[in-house]
T-cell receptor, first 115, second 111 residues
């Protein structure tokens, strides 16, 4: 089974702190994604990566950056956390495999609270 | 306009009912479509992929209408355990396998 693991289930950080959210997948997937999920807004794409060291902005990249130095790991960085970044963060990975008909697998989510 | 739009719900139905969800997408070049299920405080999990010819998995039937750019999910004989949020997902044809999620439709099945 594919496993996508996020480093923390719950995090509480202070405004202005630099925050790192880590995600690791064990299925050699090319594509990895970071979403945030807020009530009534669904999942919104922050950044995604389709290969090592490659990244693309999603719909709401402001205030975030990412790093993909190794294929299995995709990190989301909040450069200076703000209270409006309090949210559930979900990491996902999926294969390319020559077809777009591949499902995405999600980590268990990190509930981040910025105080 | 959002790329993927869903019925907002919530849908409150009795056990045994048939319920249908619709989803529309704006990018006509989209290639792949999925329904995910998300339980409260859990991560989304794939329910089923949606193929052009339509597909069925037990009590669940998914349909795709490319001309009208909508996807549907039909649940027959609803069970209490079907209570969840159902997410419509479209694979954007950007060349990067970018997945776009709808906001989700909440289903509550009651006895």
């Amino acid at each position: 089974d594919v496993k996508v693991t996020q480093s923390s289930r719950y995090l509480v950080k202070r405004t202005g702190e630099k925050v790192f959210l880590e995600c690791v997948q064990d299925m050699d997937h090319e594509n990895m994604f970071w979403y945030r999920q807020d009530p009534g807004l669904g999942l919104r794409l922050i950044y995604f990566s389709y290969d090592v060291k490659m990244k693309e902005k999603g719909d709401i990249p402001e205030g975030y950056s990412v790093s993909r130095e190794k294929k299995e790991r995709f990190s989301l960085i909040l450069e200076s956390a703000s209270t409006n970044q309090t949210s559930m963060y979900l990491c996902a990975s999926k294969a390319t495999a020559g077809t777009v008909r591949t499902e995405a697998f999600f980590g268990q989510g990190t509930r981040l609270t910025v105080v | 306009r959002k790329e993927v739009e869903q019925d907002p719900g919530p849908f409150n139905v009795p056990e045994g009912a048939t319920v249908a969800f619709n989803c529309t997408y704006s990018n006509s070049a989209s290639q792949s479509f999925f329904w995910y299920r998300q339980d409260c405080r859990k991560e989304p999990k794939l329910l089923m992929s949606v193929y052009s010819s339509g597909n069925e998995d037990g009590r669940f039937t998914a349909q795709l209408n490319r001309a009208s750019q909508y996807i549907s999910l039909l649940i027959r004989d609803s069970k209490l355990s079907d209570s969840a949020t159902y997410l419509c997902v479209v694979n954007s044809n950007s060349g990067y396998n970018k997945l776009i999620f709808g906001a989700g439709t909440r289903l509550a099945v009651h006895p």
